[in-house]
């Protein structure tokens, strides 16, 4: 079945370092591809999404570039801040029932020290 | 804007007890979902619904029940509380299920089962 993979954490970066968190996906038909972002005592929110290959999301300061040929999505940002600290998870829609649901990668912890 | 409303936030339960989650939107959603998040593990989908009156399992329903008797809300039943069942659990809501629709979160509950 259609699944995420995403890089293990945490991740532990000092303030403005580069970003990149893996994330590979196994699906069939074509899906659009998620990061979502949980910041400490909080629920998830949409970071950024692309819906068709090639496509790059972005959102603050964050971008992801969907690649069919890899079957990736990598989050990467140029320079981070503490307020980064989160945990980040990947996903893509996958169909169930003639809907489309979420399929979740493990999530991965960022740490950013400053 | 409240848009999705959990509670209870915490909640200790004894095994053998029952509750109930509740789950609240105020964005006119369709979809409604109850997912479980454990550690290293991502969010997994126990149960959700694609309009009022409307229920539907998902990866791990067993040993919880659902109704969604107003559009608005959904509740999440725990018939009779195991250890295993100790998670966070998060609500979510889209306004439909296209491949590429956003979920918007709950901030979740804590449960723990002693």
């Known amino acids: 079945g259609d699944s995420v993979t995403q890089m293990e954490g945490p991740v532990t970066l000092s303030e403005e370092a580069f970003l990149t968190i893996n994330c590979t996906y196994t699906a069939t038909g074509y899906p659009s591809l998620f990061w979502y972002v949980q910041y400490p005592g909080e629920g998830l929110q949409l970071l950024l999404k692309a819906t068709k290959a090639d496509d790059k999301g972005s959102n603050k300061g964050f971008e992801a570039t969907y690649r069919k040929e890899t079957t990736s999505f990598h989050l990467e940002k140029g320079s981070v801040q503490v307020s980064d600290s989160a945990v980040y998870f990947c996903?893509?829609?996958?169909?169930?029932?003639?809907?489309?649901?979420?399929?979740w990668g493990a999530g991965t912890k960022l740490i950013i020290k400053p | 804007n409240a848009g999705v409303t959990q509670t209870p936030k915490f909640r200790v339960l004894k095994t053998g007890q029952s509750m109930t989650l509740l789950c609240a939107q105020d964005m006119n959603h369709e979809y409604m979902y109850w997912y479980r998040q454990d550690p290293g593990m991502g969010l997994r989908l126990i149960h959700y619904s694609v309009g009022e009156g409307t229920t539907a399992k998902g990866e791990v329903p067993d040993g919880y029940n659902v109704s969604r008797l107003k559009k608005q809300n959904f509740l999440l039943g725990l018939e009779s509380a195991a250890p295993s069942q100790t998670s966070v659990y998060f609500c979510a809501s889209s306004s439909g299920g296209k491949v590429n629709t956003e979920a918007f979160f709950g901030q979740g509950t804590r449960l723990t089962v002693v």
């Open positions: 996903a893509l829609s996958a169909a169930m029932d003639s809907n489309y649901q979420l399929i």
